[in-house]
């Protein structure tokens, strides 16, 4: 049974716009949470308002996690926070071979899911209470690599890194990571483009679990570390199988 209450918790999501981050902001209103919502896009939170029924406890900031005065003043304008969340990813541009591997693409992943993940403990730690908690989200990339995933292999293996050193430095507030498998969400467009479809179908007959993750499938995951007082510096695998097939 979980023992940190999350009705009527203050969390943020970084990337919640979309994808996993969405699934779980629609999770934690359902159980009476206030939750903002933090993303690059206007236009993208825009629409995660209406899909989310501009729910009443739900709020969005235009924020940049890469910029590290755009995260101060995330936190500076937020008051108290019980949880934070960051789902963000940008790897446009980053699945290639090595010799069509541009710098700034890699840099792209790195300042979303190394740099900023910091960015967000640097600033919001202080905000957060002893029950607290930070949760990140590596990938399976990091486990079962594949040619063009160098970059992101990478950029996952040192998120969990960061993981337990923070949970050593910033305890007792919780940090922790979910590697989630291949999940259906909106990213396989710049990982597959119009074989999305086909390359999700053919990893699901693979999988010991016979299909491909769900946005949802994250979010209970999330939501788990989230409410349970005993689990930090923990990678949390949620990939139907994956590291062993």
Not at 158 to 168: D, K
């Amino acid at each position: 049974m979980t023992d940190i209450r999350i009705e009527g918790a203050r969390i943020i999501i970084v990337g919640g716009s979309s994808g996993m981050g969405l699934a779980l902001a629609a999770r934690l209103l359902g159980e009476g949470a206030v939750v903002t919502i933090a993303g690059r896009s206007e236009d993208k939170l825009m629409a995660a308002r209406r899909d989310l029924g501009e729910h009443p406890g739900l709020a969005t900031v235009a924020v940049d996690i890469s910029r590290e005065e755009e995260v101060a003043a995330l936190f500076g304008n937020s008051g108290p926070v019980d949880h934070i969340v960051s789902t963000a990813a940008d790897i446009e541009g980053a699945y290639q071979l090595l010799p069509k591997i541009e710098l700034t693409a890699a840099q792209r992943v790195v300042e979303s899911k190394i740099y900023g993940p910091l960015l967000l403990a640097k600033y919001g730690a202080s905000h957060l209470p002893p029950s607290g908690s930070i949760t990140y989200t590596s990938g399976i990339a990091a486990y079962r690599p594949a040619a063009r995933g160098s970059v992101v292999a990478a950029v996952n293996a040192a998120l969990e890194g960061l993981v337990r050193a923070l949970a050593i430095e910033l305890a007792p507030i919780r940090i922790n990571a979910v590697s989630p498998g291949w999940v259906d969400t909106p990213i396989w467009s710049f990982v597959a483009g119009e074989a999305k479809q086909a390359t999700l179908d053919a990893m699901a007959e693979r999988l010991p679990a016979g299909r491909v993750g769900r946005p949802d499938d994250i979010a209970d995951a999330i939501r788990f570390l989230i409410g349970n007082g005993f689990t930090t510096g923990t990678i949390l695998h949620v990939e139907g199988g994956h590291r062993l097939v």
